[in-house]
């Protein structure tokens, strides 16, 4: 019963704005971790945020720093990421992740379980 579906993404000009959702589906609940990631073509799935289900602490890799929030409402079963100041780097599918044993979080090979992605477009 367990799943995971990203939403949210569009086309967005620079600077702008963009809120993505990951209905976790019950992966909030038996989960040690949780990320975001994403993947432009022709290279390697990144990281971007990650978030601690026990506490909720989080941490973003450096090229989000600063312009990215994750978020989470347990009540709804949702993670969000909240994008702001978008540039077209940021260009790619947006994948949400899921760890359900304890251990490391530190990338992508840490996550077992992962969402279809919903892309993400920023261009003039």
């Known amino acids: 019963q367990e799943q995971l579906q990203e939403s949210g993404g569009g086309s967005v000009q620079p600077g702008g704005s963009l809120r993505l959702s990951c209905s976790t589906f019950?992966?909030?609940?038996?989960?040690?971790?949780m990320g975001w990631f994403r993947q432009s073509p022709g290279k390697e799935r990144e990281g971007v945020a990650i978030i601690y289900m026990n506490g909720g602490s989080t941490r973003y890799f450096n090229s989000v720093k600063g312009r990215f929030t994750l978020s989470q409402d347990r009540a709804k079963d949702t993670m969000y990421l909240q994008m702001n100041s978008l540039e077209p780097e940021d260009t790619g599918m947006y994948y949400c992740?899921?760890?359900?044993?304890?251990?490391?979080?530190?990338?992508?090979?840490?996550?077992?379980?992962w969402g279809q992605g919903t892309q993400v477009t920023v261009s003039s």
């Open positions: 992740a899921a760890r359900k044993s304890g251990g490391s979080c530190n990338g992508r090979a840490d996550f077992g379980y």
């Open positions: 019950g992966y909030t609940y038996s989960s040690y971790c």
